[in-house]
């Protein structure tokens, strides 16, 4: 069975220039996650999605990130324009609906490393 | 609110001895609990987690961790470390309540021949 997928895997800015991040999650799972991962620290989330639905965005920057998941499956994480604090690594996880209302585990990409400068 | 605390942003073992990894948390209602793996330039990986079932829970690769409520502790320990075990680790919480996971700033773990 196939993981996330992520591309790029690396992808290197100028500041001010827009960027996207593109995510295939793991065939069936309805939950779909971005995460933002600076140096030395845990990830953050950004914005989580229940099929085609964005449940909880409150910590993504909306005025410059953005984010869809057309259809319920791909999902593109946009930012534009970047800044040099974007600079991070962005992972993509999905997770199973599973029926029951409990967190599931979250299967992990390989996350995109983001530089800007 | 929920927090996760990582005691110690970098532990050293000489293989084959014990891999204790500490992880306590803050949470309002009964919590889940998760421990994820990250190897160099790759996503994060499930070891274990625990969701109000057995208190020692066991995972991947040998490691297990024991869920102690009167100490707000879930520590991950391996009895004996392996030069493949080298990586940063995540201990994270979910309240039953909701969806949203805290992770922990992590733990790289370092193994000596």
């Known amino acids: 069975e196939a993981g996330v997928v992520q591309s790029p895997r690396y992808k290197i800015i100028e500041k001010k220039q827009p960027v996207a991040f593109w995510c295939n999650p793991i065939?069936?799972?309805?939950?779909l996650y971005w995460y933002l991962q600076n140096l030395g620290q845990g990830p953050e989330l950004l914005i989580r999605?229940?099929?085609?639905?964005?449940?909880?965005d409150s910590q993504l920057p909306k005025d410059r990130f953005s984010a869809e998941r057309l259809k319920g499956v791909d999902s593109t994480l946009k930012i534009q324009p970047a800044e040099l604090g974007d600079s991070a690594v962005y992972l993509c996880a999905s997770s199973p609906s599973n029926g029951t209302h409990r967190p599931d585990t979250q299967y992990f990409g390989p996350g995109t490393r983001l530089t800007v400068l | 609110a929920q927090s996760v605390t990582q005691l110690g942003s970098h532990v050293s073992v000489s293989e084959g001895a014990l891999v204790l990894l500490r992880c306590n948390y803050s949470s309002s209602v009964p919590p889940y609990l998760f421990w994820y793996v990250q190897y160099p330039n790759q996503g994060l990986q499930l070891l274990l987690k625990y969701t109000s079932a057995a208190t020692l829970v066991k995972g991947i690769n040998g490691f297990e961790a024991e869920f102690k409520k009167s100490e707000t502790s879930f520590h991950l320990t391996k009895p004996s470390a392996h030069m493949s075990d080298a990586a940063e680790y995540f201990c994270a919480v979910i309240h039953t309540g909701g969806f949203k996971t805290i992770f922990g700033a992590g733990t790289r773990l370092f193994v000596k021949a």
């Open positions: 065939s069936g799972h309805n939950t």
């Open positions: 999605y229940e099929n085609e639905e964005a449940v909880d």
